[in-house]
């Protein structure tokens, strides 16, 4: 079994390659997987790990589906889960939160996913791969990884409670509207998923111990339960990884803006951060 850390850097894992034990799951676009991928990794389509149905389409699908979606990538129970993607790492927090809520704790991302991998001109390969098939069952899907609509109904307002909104400054203010209503959850604190980031890094992720001042700064600590979300749960995917790798008491609301804002009983405040 591997021992590897949360986040790990590129070059410790291309010293390190192959690794017996693990499965490199990149969710890249397709394009790009078949242009250049990390050797002996596996290409997933993202889509497959969301349920696709409205008013939310982010939620998990079914178990019977999840389990056939890793069965086909060659999982076991045993495997060290080793992700990446070609946007930071989106998809990445997303994929190791759909591990949590299956009971799959063995995981690792790479820091700034293929961006970075490619910018330190590590080894690639390039055309289809053909993962080989395991059996692997999702027995259940563990309810304490995900915050539902009337959860956060239930806590708005308590001062252990916070609600973080990764999505775009302009979402979240509602001056731009890609929903039935635009605007945030009342008293959520906004920090957007890109933020977490560092560009001149080729997208590895900000120093922890800054992001940690700025975020408690925004009312987001680890003496908090914390709520994370976006639109469809993909940008917030990676705010719940940041929440993981700073210990919060971190969960996603896959149900996310798509699901609050169709609900016509549900609040919603306009304009900038309180």
């Keep these: 079994m591997a021992d590897l850390s949360l986040l790990i850097e590129p070059e410790d894992l291309a010293a390190q390659l192959p690794l017996p034990g693990t499965l490199i799951i990149d969710q890249s676009k397709q394009e790009h997987f078949l242009k250049h991928h990390i050797p002996g990794a596996v290409w997933l389509d993202f889509k497959r790990l969301q349920a696709g149905t409205a008013p939310a389409p982010g939620k998990l699908p079914s178990a019977e589906q999840l389990s056939s979606v890793f069965s086909e990538l060659g999982l076991t ?4 889960v080793i992700c990446c993607d070609d946007e930071g790492g989106g998809w990445d927090g997303r994929l190791i939160w759909v591990l949590d809520s299956i009971g799959h704790t063995q995981y690792s991302v790479i820091n700034g996913g293929m961006t970075a991998w490619l910018d330190a001109g590590l080894p690639v390969e390039a055309g289809e791969v053909t993962p080989t098939p395991s059996a692997y069952t999702v027995t259940q899907i563990l309810p304490q990884f995900t915050a539902t609509k009337d959860e956060i109904l239930a806590h708005l307002g308590e001062p252990g409670f916070a609600v973080w909104d990764a999505r775009g400054p302009l979402e979240y203010t509602g001056e731009k509207v890609v929903a039935q209503r635009g605007g945030h959850i009342p008293g959520a604190a906004h920090f957007e998923w890109t933020d977490g980031m560092d560009k001149s890094r080729a997208l590895r992720m900000r120093d922890l111990n800054d992001l940690k001042a700025e975020l408690k700064s925004l009312g987001l600590d680890s003496g908090k339960q914390i709520v994370t979300h976006c639109h469809t749960h993909h940008r917030s995917g ?10 919060f008491d971190i969960r996603g609301y896959a149900g996310s803006w798509s699901e609050w804002n169709s609900d016509p009983d549900t609040p919603v405040t306009t304009g900038p951060q309180a």
Excluded: E, N, Q, V
Excluded at 77 to 80: A, F, L, Q, V
Excluded at 238 to 247: S, V
């Design 77 to 80: 129970p045993d495997t060290h």
């Design 238 to 247: 990676y705010t719940y990884l940041i929440g993981k790798l700073l210990g």
